[in-house]
């Protein structure tokens, strides 16, 4: 049987990088997909019991990044996204316009949405 692949994003720190961790232990035939663009977020050093494992791989990207993230579908073909990358710390972007990342995030999500009206791709979002 073909195994399944599950794209999470935002999977090198809290809520995306724990939830990679009880997947890629707790369901071996599943292929576990981290997409993580490694802002000031994200932190891979909590994976060293897990980047072994045949079944965990990382891809270091962002989601913005239109292309590449599409390019990564095409390749992939994901059977499942979960969607946690984000700028979490959102009381930075009152000071710096750098964190303001809501539109970003409101066009990943779109074009999400479009992948998901045109396969069998399941998605779920955290906001
Ligand atoms: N932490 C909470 O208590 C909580 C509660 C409810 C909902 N949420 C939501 O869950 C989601 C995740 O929260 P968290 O606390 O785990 O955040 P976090 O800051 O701990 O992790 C966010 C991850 O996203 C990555 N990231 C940021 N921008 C990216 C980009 N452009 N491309 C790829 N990766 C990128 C970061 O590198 C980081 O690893 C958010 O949407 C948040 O609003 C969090």
Redesign the pocket.
Known sequence: MERKKLLV??????????FVQYMVDKYPDYDIYN?????????LTKHKQIEDKVNYHFIK?????REEIFNHFEKEKFNYVI????????DRSFTDPEYS?IP??WE?RCFLMRQKNSSQLNLF???
């Open positions: 994003t935002g999977g090198a720190r809290f809520i995306g990088g724990n997409l993580d663009q490694l802002t000031y977020a994200g932190d990207a962002d989601i913005a990044n969607h946690f990358a984000a700028e979490s710390h959102v990342y970003m995030y990943h979002m955290s906001q």
